[in-house]
């Protein structure tokens, strides 16, 4: 499913988080959002899993605005793992992965066999599955990380949002967990800081500064030295991989 922001600003207050913002991305591509801390990330993904209604502009999942579409009618198309995803209330791991079934059941349907097999397939793919009795609060940060994608891949929707996913995560999960992302074929908007993990596991790149876009294209045209220079004011070499041959990004901070 394709998603397409069109001209949206957003405003909290007298600050103005978001200006003008065009954002495409094409069904089933992965698409990282990359900037600075406060550069409108956060508060873009908002907008496309419909928790931020922006004050000009219009988001649209295939041909619907999102707020034209009702909670239950996003959250069958959209899943998200937030940053602050609030999941501090004592339910075991596997009741919480079972909670991305919700948009497809009746109010206080149970869950279903297949609920269940879905719940469980979830959790082996992110290599969780030893930890589906045991409660959620009482997880490490990296540990609760992989169960939210759980939840969200239980969801079983056609798009995926994903706010600083790899947070927490040692880099096996790291890479394992951009793996699987892409792996899916579904359409995935994630925000990330750390540039090679944008480099290597995105299709297309946009890079937000103060509330604006200020390149977007395939990450080895956008993510430049000299656009690294300005936006995170860094230092960037282009290096090869000596395995893989993949261009990566040997970065330091300016003098």
Not at 28 to 40: E, I, K, T, W
Not at 66 to 88: E, K, M, N
Not at 186 to 203: F, G
Not at 222 to 232: H, I, Q, S
Request: with cysteine; glycine share 8%; aromatic share 2%.
């Amino acid at each position: 499913m394709r998603v397409q922001v069109e001209g949206v600003t957003v405003r909290i207050g007298a600050a103005e988080l978001l200006r003008d913002v065009e954002l495409v991305v094409p069904a089933g591509a992965v698409v990282g959002l990359v900037g600075p801390n406060g550069s409108g990330k956060s508060t873009l993904l908002r907008t496309v899993y419909r928790s931020l209604r922006p004050q000009v502009g219009v988001v649209r999942l295939g041909d619907d605005d999102v707020w034209s579409l009702s909670a239950r009618g996003s959250a069958t198309r959209v899943a998200v793992v937030a940053q602050d995803p609030g999941v501090d209330v004592e339910f075991s791991v596997l009741d919480t992965v079972l909670m991305g079934r919700t948009p497809h059941k009746r109010p206080f349907a149970g869950d279903s066999s297949e609920d269940l097999d879905r719940a469980y397939s979830a959790l082996a793919r992110v290599d969780a599955t030893h930890l589906a009795d045991r409660s959620t609060p009482s997880l490490s940060g990296g540990e609760r990380q992989r169960v939210l994608l759980a939840r969200a891949l239980t969801q079983a929707t056609p798009v995926l949002v994903l706010d600083e996913p790899t947070n927490h995560l040692d880099v096996c999960h790291q890479l394992d967990l951009l793996a699987l992302v892409r792996e899916l074929g579904i359409t995935v908007v994630v925000a990330l800081h750390d540039l090679n993990l944008a480099q290597t596991y995105c299709d297309l790149v946009t890079v937000l500064s103060a509330g604006k876009v200020v390149a977007a294209g395939a990450p080895e045209h956008v993510l430049t030295p000299k656009l690294l220079r300005e936006v995170f004011r860094l230092d960037c070499h282009r290096v090869l991989h000596p395995v893989t041959g993949r261009t990566l990004l040997a970065l330091d901070r300016l003098q």
